[in-house]
């Protein structure tokens, strides 16, 4: 009896630290199918800023670019309303030395919103932030800020026929530019919320950062995507 009870007591040992490392396993999987994910997140804002920027006299002015203090990228926000709207994304922001030139390895945020009124319909769009002041940057490094309410956001200009404003523009402290992919009457950016994703940088980085820590104090490498992402900025940011 007491050897079938050792026998029996190593048997449950056994199966604990099986099922122990099974979902060791599965927490190591699903950590890298969401790092996976976030390397998508990170190509898809290169594939947004190229496709904005591919038609110069519809693009971001490159002034702009050269003089702002970050840029953000939500790919695929999605929208949607009837009577009572939602709205709600995941992306990327770089942070932008003006004096240098140099880019930021990107940081993860999230982008929501509601609204009501009398609307129907859904989308999908591309939006882009264009951070001009330092005020600005440091208010999407707070836990969370409104566009619109916190921080002012006003509508960005495009292509050359922007280059008489800009000097008027370059005052505003977000700009913001979309690119829509679906059927909804207009977009507005009044009361977006910002905040941060320290989940997305972990999983995307392999130790706990803060968007400070990657966009302000620098204390990460870029991985080899965020070097495509900083090389594309570069490109359309010093011309």
Request: with cysteine; hydrophobic share 45%.
């Given at each position: ?218 204390k990460i490498k870029p991985t ?16």
């Open positions: 009896m007491k050897n079938a009870f050792l026998i029996k007591g190593d048997k449950v040992k056994i199966n604990f630290f099986s099922i122990l490392i099974a979902l060791l396993c599965c927490f190591l999987f699903s950590v890298t199918c969401f790092a996976g994910k976030l390397e998508t997140r990170v190509e898809n804002s290169i594939d947004v800023l190229n496709e904005i920027m591919a038609i110069p006299e519809k693009g971001i002015p490159i002034d702009l670019l050269k003089r702002c203090r970050a840029v953000a990228i939500f790919p695929s926000v999605l929208k949607g309303a009837f009577i009572f709207g939602a709205q709600g994304g995941k992306g990327i922001i770089c942070s932008h030395d003006p004096q240098t030139g140099q880019w930021s390895p990107p940081a993860f945020f999230t982008i929501g919103a509601g609204s009501w009124g009398l609307q129907i319909g859904g989308q999908s769009t591309d939006i882009l932030l264009v951070i001009m002041t330092k005020r600005g940057l440091d208010s999407l490094l707070t836990t969370k800020v409104k566009l619109g309410g916190d921080i002012g956001v006003a509508a960005g200009p495009v292509g050359r026929r922007a280059e008489a404003g800009v000097d008027l523009l370059l005052r505003a402290e977000i700009l913001s530019y979309s690119r829509s992919k679906g059927l909804f009457a207009g977009l507005s950016l009044e009361g977006a919320t910002i905040f941060q994703n320290p989940d997305a940088n972990r999983a995307f980085y392999g130790k706990e950062l803060s968007g400070r820590d990657i966009l302000i104090d620098k080899p995507d965020g070097k495509k992402l900083i090389n594309t900025l570069e490109k359309y940011s010093s011309h």
